[in-house]
């Protein structure tokens, strides 16, 4: 993508500094998978595991953090490693995150009334507490919105929504880790996720995944493609008639169905999607 954000986003990225603020240096290959991220703004990063697609992701989000005043960064991942995400976001590169997953609000016990409460009630007391009780609240949501980095897993990405309604948020990023989670356009996880990435208010997408086709079927590529725009995610059939040996087959009691699970002509497939 060419425009007037690109020269700027990566100035932010600050690939130049000698380290992080941890101590961290990045290797050459890490500044150029996100040198070619900001480039892109929506890429499938395919690096194998240990390749450092954690630091990868936090500097691409800094850069947009630094880029777009208010921006958010939402982060979808499976468990085990949101620690380990809000951990190196904070501490290599300065980047504020929490839990994006909203608790359940425990039901209210009803309270007796009593010629107490009645007392309290007729001076004013019971209406103060709950004018403080306000107050607190809000100075709850105002520093809820303090915070760069929203942590979703893949069961809970619906979250974002309330997220977005109730602070307002007007730009966002995404990432998703472990990206191969959505290999199916059938699943719930990925219409959620395409339903995330999909708006215009959302500035970039970086899909990291060490092995974007899980199966080794081009079948399970087609999400990812469809999440980061990619010509070849525009018609489905179309793909998987071209790159998935896509056909006609008729099945015993179930008649005819269209099958997609096989492959063909991955040498196009393969030319076309790397970058």
Request: hydrophobic fraction near 35%; charged fraction near 30%; proline fraction near 4%.
């Amino acid at each position: 993508i060419i425009d007037g954000y690109t020269d700027t986003l990566i100035e932010n990225a600050e690939l130049d500094k000698p380290e992080l603020l941890n101590g961290m240096c990045l290797y050459e290959h890490q500044k150029e998978g996100v040198l070619r991220a900001l480039r892109m703004r929506r890429l499938i990063l395919a690096f194998d595991m240990g390749l450092g697609k954690t630091i990868i992701g936090c500097v691409w989000a800094k850069a947009f953090r630094d880029t777009f005043a208010g921006i958010k960064i939402f982060l979808v991942a499976p468990p085990s490693v949101h620690v380990e995400w809000m951990r190196t976001a904070t501490e290599a590169v300065g980047l504020t995150a929490t839990a994006g997953k909203k608790s359940k609000p425990k039901p209210k016990k009803k309270k007796k009334t009593t010629a107490k409460t009645r007392q309290n009630t007729a001076t004013g007391k019971k209406r103060a507490k709950k004018i403080e009780s306000d107050s607190e609240d809000e100075e709850e949501c105002e520093a809820s919105n303090n915070f760069d980095i929203y942590v979703f897993s893949w069961n809970s990405i619906s979250a974002y929504k309330d997220i977005i309604r109730e602070m307002g948020v007007i730009d966002y990023v995404v990432i998703c880790d472990e990206a191969h989670s959505m290999q199916s356009m059938e699943t719930k996880r990925t219409k959620e996720a395409l339903k995330l990435v999909y708006p215009k208010k959302c500035r970039g997408v970086l899909l990291l995944s060490g092995t974007p086709m899980k199966n080794g079927r081009p079948l399970n590529l087609f999400p990812l493609l469809k999440a980061v725009k990619h010509p070849f995610g525009d018609k489905q059939k179309d793909y998987e008639f071209f790159f998935c040996n896509g056909q006609q087959k008729t099945v015993a009691r179930r008649g005819n169905i269209w099958d997609a699970n096989g492959s063909s002509n991955l040498t196009e497939l393969n030319a076309h999607t790397r970058s």
